[in-house]
Structure formats: C-alpha cells, structure tokens
C-alpha cells in the first residue's frame, strides 16, 4: 500500500508542478500583456494568451475603425500593435510626424531566424546602413532611371503577351494565366535587377535555379508575415518550436534558417552583374546602376545583397494586380471596351509600346484604380516608433508596432468618394491628363514606401496597356469562371490569411482583336 501511495506521489508531483507553473506563466503573462498596452488607445481586447491574432485582418481592422476610430491599437499575443486606418491619420502620423515613424519592428521569426545576417531594404530597422542603402536603390530607380527600363519592361511583356496567345490557342481555349503572369513579374525583376531572364516558358520550368527563386520567395511572403507567425508574439512558443525540432517532432527553427540560407545563394546573380560590367557586357539593370554609382561604392556585399532581395520582392505584388486587372477586364466587358477606344484614338493598337507613344491616360488611370480597388499588399510592411508619436493627445511610446491598414485608407471616402465603385475617372483631370494630388497607399506612405513604385507602376500601366490593345478578354465556361464572386475584392481573395491578397485561380479567355496573322507576327 505504502509503495503504492509513493509510485502515485512519484508521478503526481511533477504533474502538479507542471500545472502550477502554468497558471502562474499564465497569470504574469497576463499581467506583462495588459501592462503593455498603449496608455490611453481604445481597442479591442481580445482572448488571453493570444489577444487578436485570430483576427488579424486588413477588413477585420477596417471594422473595427468605426467602432474606435481610425487609429486604435490591437494586441498581437504579447506585442501591442497600433493600426492606422484612415487617410488623414496617416498623413498626421507618417508624414508630420516622419522621424518618428521611419523604422521597423524587429520579429523573432525573420529578423532572427530566417534572415539573420542580411535584411532587405524594406524589412530593415533605421540606421546609417538602411539609409545608404535606400538612397543607393532610390538613384537607381527615380523617373529618370525608370525610362531606361522601359525596353526591358517592353520585352517582358511583349513576351507575355506571346505566351498569352499560344497558351489559349489563339484565343481557343480559356486558362488560368496565374503561371504566365508569375513568370512575367519573376522576369521582370530577375532583369531589372540583374540583366538576367527566363528565355521561355519551357526555360523557367526547367531551371532548377529559377524554380528554387520562386519556391524560396514564396516561403519568404510566408515566414515574413505578419499574422501568421504566432511565435513572433508568444515567448512560450518558440520554447516549444525548439522542443519539437531537438526531438524531432517538427523542423522547428531549422527550416527558416535554411530557407535564409538557401536565399543568400542570389549572391551568384550579384557576382555575375560584377563580371559583365568590368567586361562591358552589362545591360542597363539596377544593380549595375547601383555597381557604377560612385555614391554607392562604400556599400558592403552584404548591403549590396540587401538590395538585390528588396528588388525580389516585388514580384509578390505584381502577379497579384495583373491577375485581378485580368478578371476585373474579363467580367467588365463596358470598362473593356472604353480602355481599348482610348487606346485607338490615341495611339496605334497594334504597336501600343511604340518609342514616342503618348501614355493613355485612362490605361493609367484604370492602373492605379485596380491597386487601390483591389489592395494586393492590404497591410503595409510594419513600422516601429523610434521615437514617441502623438495621435490626439495620445503618446504612442518608441518601440511600438504600428500597420497602416493600405486597404481600409484605399477605401477612405474623403479621399475616394465611393470608394466601393470602380472609378478610373477619380485619378483624371476634366481637362485630361492624371490628378498628381491624389494618391493610393498600395506602395505604403511616408518616409519607408517603396523605393521601386515607379517602375512597379510603369509595368503594371504597360502590361493592361498592350493586354487591352491585343486581346479581348472574356470569362471561361466553368461555373467557377463566370460567377461574379471572382472578382469580389474580399470574396475572390484566394487565402484571406496570407501576406498578399490574391485572386483564385479562374480561366480566362484571351481573343485577339486583329486576328491570328496579326498578333502572331
């Protein structure tokens, strides 16, 4: 009996042990989490241990604008988060208050993990190598830079144009273009940037080095993101991610260390930018902009890499908006019809890149209207305070997160009235020509947005543009192809919890207007 009570005693104790620790973690991590709020903020509570993250959506954020304001402040497991909701609270914050307001935050899973030893731009805290190396890739990419692009933006997408075509049988069969489209923005970025590309559809399937980008990239979008890494915000587990990877139970840390790993082999790509220009061989790039720069030659090779990942990333955006611009144009054969009118009486439809062509200002116009509709990238990368901030006699203290919510101020009414219609007319002048006043927060806003918008913008205008001139589109035949949800902003989203907000995969038929010989020659 005795032996008995001992044996139960034996495994009791530790069990009892082990409970009383976890409610007292329980008890003082709750503590540490409510004492962590900003003083003062409205916003909601949510659930012990993991505060919102169950909720940590661009919509859900939007939502709850109208019930605490349009800046409030959410809590990430552990971490408090503000979010900025309206296009006057972001002026009032990233542009008044810009010193305050130009870092980012440093997260456990990709800051510590995955890219431990070189970030890119966009993803780096502020400091003396953050600001070379932004103003190195800024000289590289202002208006004057991006005009010597333009033959590389006009091949690529002469290419897709092509790949279009003989995919769809000439306009026989109907398909998803998700493939073509991200072949298109990994081209225009491995050139852009490196003065390198897949030759062919058949090239880019069949090179191992092509595909390990694509793959790596994507767990990037996804080891990045922002609300789906809860360990980011909950100390407890990344003592249980370690746990499983010792006994083996998951890969644990290692997969992200070995995804960075994996992704500092662009290197290659730099060294080959290096060799064609001491050669004379180089085409015009950005990193061979930034190589011949005399400004930018105290750059490290660590911060020239930096530059070559910021660049990268930005085919995570463009499959994205030229995948709903596709559907949008599909399903909306009126807006169709009026973007190719003004293509005719404009310029010539059958060369519509032409060196000297005029920009048609509604193919712009329908351009910014579709990434403001349509907000690929709906949370902003994150900022950090460095400094305290004030929103309405609140003080936000230094080291605090903060999101702009791109989608809730692409849906601000002042700045957009009706903001749930598609209007490309809001971005033109009666008298013609583009509103410079007005602009989408879908490349973010203040001092951190996108070093690459005008490039990135200049693709995406030629890709609709010569899209529209050489094809006309229309919904597949499956009952997934022509149900109008596809093209829903918040309906059509192919996962509501990834990084970025992209169409499912529907097919789309591409017909060309002047017929086979025309298009094929």
């Known amino acids: 009996m005795s032996l008995n009570l001992e044996t139960r005693d034996f495994f009791l104790l530790p069990l009892v042990s082990s409970i009383l620790l976890t409610i007292v973690y329980f008890l003082f991590n709750e503590i540490a989490r409510y004492t962590a709020r900003v003083k003062g903020l409205k916003g909601p509570r949510g659930l012990p241990v993991v505060g919102n993250l169950h909720q940590a959506t661009a919509e859900q954020h939007r ?21 900025v909701n309206s296009a006057a609270a972001a002026k009032n914050l990233f542009l008044t208050q810009t010193s305050a307001l130009n870092s980012r935050p440093v997260f456990h899973v990709f800051h510590k993990i995955v890219s431990k030893n070189v970030l890119s731009i966009g993803t780096s805290p502020w400091d003396d190598s953050c600001k070379r190396r932004r103003k190195a890739a800024a000289t590289a990419l202002n208006r004057s830079k991006t005009e010597s692009y333009l033959p590389i933006l006009n091949l690529e997408v002469t290419e897709w144009i092509r790949d279009l075509y003989e995919e769809g049988n000439g306009g026989a069969l109907a398909f998803d273009p998700t493939d073509l489209t991200h072949r298109l923005s990994l081209n225009l970025s491995l050139t852009l940037n490196y003065g390198f590309r897949a030759e062919s559809t058949k090239d880019f399937q069949n090179s191992p080095l092509l595909q390990e980008v694509v793959h790596i990239e994507t767990e990037i979008g996804k080891l990045r993101s922002t609300g789906s890494n809860y360990s ?49 061989t180089d085409n015009a790039c950005i990193q061979g902009g930034v190589l011949k720069d005399p400004e930018a030659s105290n750059l490290t090779e660590e ?23 596709i559907l949008f144009l599909a399903h909306h054969p009126d807006i169709q019809a009026q973007a190719y009118n003004t293509i005719v009486s404009g310029i010539n439809p059958s060369n519509p890149l032409a060196p000297g ?31 305290p901030a004030i929103w309405d006699g609140t003080t936000i203290p230094a080291n605090t997160m903060v999101f702009l919510n791109s989608w809730s101020c692409n849906r601000d009414p002042i700045p957009f009235p009706n903001p ?13 020509g583009q509103r410079e006043s007005l602009s989408h927060y879908t490349f973010g806003y203040g001092g951190r947005m996108c070093v690459a918008s005008h490039v990135a913008n200049q693709g995406l205008y030629m890709a609709f543009l010569n899209l529209v001139a050489r094809f006309e589109l229309s919904p597949g035949d499956g009952v997934e192809d022509i149900n ?14 990834a990084t970025r907000a992209g169409p ?13 010989k025309n298009i094929e020659k």
């Open 484 to 497: 109008e949800g596809c093209i829903d902003p918040m309906k059509g989203i192919q996962d509501v919890r």
């Open 303 to 325: 911060e020239l890499i930096s530059i070559s990942f910021s660049m990268m990333a930005g085919a995570e955006t463009t499959t994205p908006t030229i995948g709903w611009g």
């Open 357 to 387: 062509s005029p920009q048609v200002d509604y193919l712009m116009a329908f351009t910014k209207e579709i990434m403001r509709y349509y907000t690929p990238l709906r949370l902003a990368l994150p900022k950090a305070t460095s400094g």
């Open 504 to 516: 499912k995969g529907v097919k789309v038929r591409f017909v060309p207007r002047e017929g086979r």
């Open 232 to 280: 980011n915000y909950i100390p407890a587990l990344r003592i249980l991610d370690r746990i499983k990877e010792i006994l083996h139970i998951s890969p644990g840390p290692a997969y992200g260390r070995d995804i960075g790993k994996r992704r500092l082999a662009y290197i290659a790509f730099l060294a080959t930018s290096k060799q064609r220009i001491s050669k004379g």
């Open 63 to 83: 939502l709850w604008a109208k019930e605490y304001g349009p800046v409030f402040q959410i809590q990430l497991g552990n971490v408090p988060v503000v979010v």
């Open 420 to 432: 749930d219609v598609f209007k490309p007319e809001r971005w033109m002048k009666k008298e013609g």
